[in-house]
């Protein structure tokens, strides 16, 4: 696998939280949600709720936002218009939700606190399906695309497929985030990159610049990183 770099901008913004599938860059500012898109800006923001937690653009026209302190999740549309509220305290007060990861169609990963399970939740039918498999350790994130979810935890990484069975619980060490690529995972651990092709077991170190990675995006056949002074753009090549 090789890195071809596209372009390296200096940014004077410092809260890149997202990019979706057409390179537009969301970013949260004082508790507001910004859409950056070459037509022009959108801007969200909600003084009902606490702070945004988390934001999922994987369909960039139901963008979901997450306000955990709140117990909430609005979706928006891609000018960040609300389509739907919801309150997790009002459908089921055994709910209390830390993570999510949007899901196919209208369903959504969540992590339940209260029994430490991963849930489908489908918020057209207001139902959920809870998958069986405890979790241990302490949860970090929720990834998933359409056809599984991955679990990281300070000790371990879950791979559950649709239907909430366990594929994989891979041990692990350090590692601080995860995004999805074909089926396989990047992740970050001290500071470098690295990509692990689940079907053959190989873990390896990206060749790519000393950066201080704050955050980084994997995006169809593009990674992005984020160092807060820099927003680098490498598209992803096959050997």
């Not at 430490?116 to 350790?137: D, M, P």
């Not at 970050?188 to 190989?202: S, T, W």
């Not at 593009?222 to 680098?232: M, Q, V």
Request: include cysteine.
């Amino acid at each position: 696998m090789k890195f071809k770099l596209i372009f390296k901008k200096e940014t004077l913004n410092k809260n890149i939280k997202a990019v979706d599938n057409f390179n537009n860059i969301y970013s949260i500012i004082n508790n507001e949600l910004i859409k950056s898109s070459d037509g022009g800006n959108y801007y969200y923001k909600n003084s009902l709720y606490s702070n945004i937690s988390s934001i999922d653009v994987q369909n960039s026209l139901k963008i979901k936002l997450f306000y955990e302190d709140s117990n909430s999740l609005i979706v928006l549309d891609n000018k960040l218009s609300e389509i739907s509220k919801i309150n997790f305290n009002i459908i089921n007060p055994n709910k209390i939700i830390s993570k999510f990861s949007a899901s196919n169609d209208n369903n959504i990963w969540v992590y339940n606190e209260l029994n430490s399970k991963i849930e489908l939740y489908n918020y057209i039918n207001n139902t959920f399906r809870i998958v069986n498999s405890e979790i241990s350790g302490e949860v970090i994130s929720l990834e998933s695309n359409y056809k599984y979810c991955w679990v990281l935890t300070d000790s371990h990484i879950y791979k559950f497929n649709y239907f909430g069975s366990l594929i994989t619980k891979t041990a692990i060490n350090n590692i601080q985030q995860i995004e999805i690529f074909n089926d396989n995972l990047f992740f970050k651990k001290n500071n470098e990159l690295f990509y692990y092709d689940q079907d053959l077991l190989i873990e390896y170190k990206l060749d790519l610049e000393n950066l201080l990675i704050k955050d980084f995006f994997v995006i169809n056949q593009s990674l992005y990183i984020y160092d807060s002074e820099h927003f680098i753009k490498y598209q992803i090549q096959k050997k």
